[in-house]
């Protein structure tokens, strides 16, 4: 989670997933998730001094070419902050029922919009041991469920991964991808119930 590229250090908690899992029981079709969760005192200052700042990212990956990802940051407390109920800090910190109450009246008149975001194609060599370079070690459930997340969209063996674009293809090609692109994220939305 980036709070800023100059950010200085802060006295903090975080909880991060180490590797990308899947949600249990109906949750599951969302696919591949991961999340990060802080507690931060943002230190000395002139107004609200060591107040804090609570926040968490939650990213899903329906299929392998879309991705979307939600950030939550609440900031409270300090010298001069106002005071809150532990309840109160709950529902501060859990707005989504209120923000989908907003959305579920005014669905049929917002707009939404799908965006082509990756030109690459990401090839996991999975079976190559200079891809887990870098990687703490892993035990073998964990690794278990680490194939079991990477098999969902898995191409085949002899399958070409690049895109058009990493083939140089012709524009009328590269046109059609993209709109095939959209088209498969549009019904991977409504198949969610994102979209009507």
């Not at 899992?21 to 200052?45: C, H, K, M, N, Y």
């Not at 299929?63 to 990802?69: F, H």
Request: aromatic share 8%; proline share 6%.
């Amino acid at each position: 989670m980036l709070l800023a590229s100059d950010a200085p250090a802060l006295d903090q908690i975080s909880l991060s997933s180490d590797y990308p899992f899947l949600l249990p029981g109906f949750l599951r079709v969302l696919g591949v998730t991961e999340a990060t969760i802080l507690l931060a005192d943002l230190g000395p200052s002139q107004v609200r001094s060591h107040s804090k700042l609570l926040a968490y990212k939650v990213s899903v990956s329906p299929n392998r070419r879309a991705e979307i990802g939600a950030t939550f940051m609440n900031h409270y407390g300090g010298e001069g902050g106002r005071p809150a109920s532990i309840g109160n800090r709950l529902v501060d910190f859990l707005p989504f029922s209120e923000v989908a109450a907003i959305l579920a009246e005014h669905h049929q008149t917002l707009t939404a919009s799908l965006e082509p975001g990756a030109l690459e194609a990401r090839h996991v060599r999975l079976f190559t041991a200079d891809w887990w370079t870098g990687y703490p070690p892993a035990t073998a459930p964990e690794l278990a469920r680490c194939l079991q997340a990477a098999r969902r969209n898995r191409l085949a063996d002899d399958a070409d991964w690049r895109t058009p674009w990493e083939l140089q293809a012709d524009g009328q090609t590269l046109i059609r991808y993209e709109i095939e692109m959209i088209r498969r994220s549009a019904s991977n939305m409504q198949a969610i119930g994102l979209m009507n």
